[in-house]
């Protein structure tokens, strides 16, 4: 076990670090079957690797505070930023050269990402998702992790972040799924649409969860895309498209809604786009 802000090596069970004073999150207890579980701050605050965190307004509208120590830097996903002091230089970069750019862009990221970096002094970043929801700050500690990519929203620096592609998408639902692979120590921030719901897997349990309502899961946990229902006319039916079967040990975190989902219902109060007819508003602009 070491102390994700120095390194040090600790006694398991440690609650805090004796060489740099850093407070440990309590790890979630053991689960039979193996997995260590995700370890979600209680309170929603700590310490990193040159700054401190906390998320305010949970869950329905969460805002991720962060403040930085002098020439200390944090990364996001590009434009979740909402503030920042005047002293904090942004910087845009193609994070993992053109390839990694490229990759990001196929999974529905943006192809670059944001560093804050404190400069002259102290300063202060706060950080939101796109979507109403919950914010979690979870602790690293060198365990493979993954992330759906929509559902990323910032982590420490030295956090190795890559795209995998997670499954062939169905030709008829249009849907697949892309996620990150995390890796590392220190804090990673994921956000949810809606609430956050925690899952833990016993070895050998299978478990099935919409793609469209995935946020993040353990490292330990396997995975493998098909139909929500057996033969494509029951599937087609059910009103689901592809799922994700997971099986024990780990957990996961599931939100409690659905982006896609939500889309489609507010579609019919959208006006047409095509043609003249069908509701649509025409607008003359000739003299």
Known sequence: MTCP????QLLAGSTFCGACGHRLSPAAPASAGGGGGIQIDADSRGHGRGYDYEVLHQPSFSLA????QPEQSIQAESGAMVSMSANVELQSQMKGGFLGAIKRAAGGESAFIST??????????TLAPGAPGDVAAIELTGQPFFVQSSSYLAGDASLSVDTKWGGAK???SGEG???LMVQGQGLLLVSSFGAIHRKRLQTGERYVVDTGHLV??????QYTL???????FRSMMSGEGIVAEFTGPGELLIQTRNLAALAGLLRPFFPSQGGSGGGGFNFNLGG
């Not at 804050?116 to 970043?125: L, N, W």
């Not at 098909?226 to 494509?232: E, I, M, T, V």
């Open 226 to 232: 098909r139909k929500a229902a057996a033969g494509f």
């Open 170 to 172: 169905s030709f008829f």
């Open 116 to 125: 804050f970096t404190a400069r002259g002094g102290p300063g202060e970043v």
């Open 216 to 221: 993040a899961w353990e490292g330990t946990t």
């Open 177 to 179: 799924l892309f996620v």
């Open 5 to 8: 802000k120095c390194g040090a």
């Open 65 to 68: 505070v962060l403040r930085l």
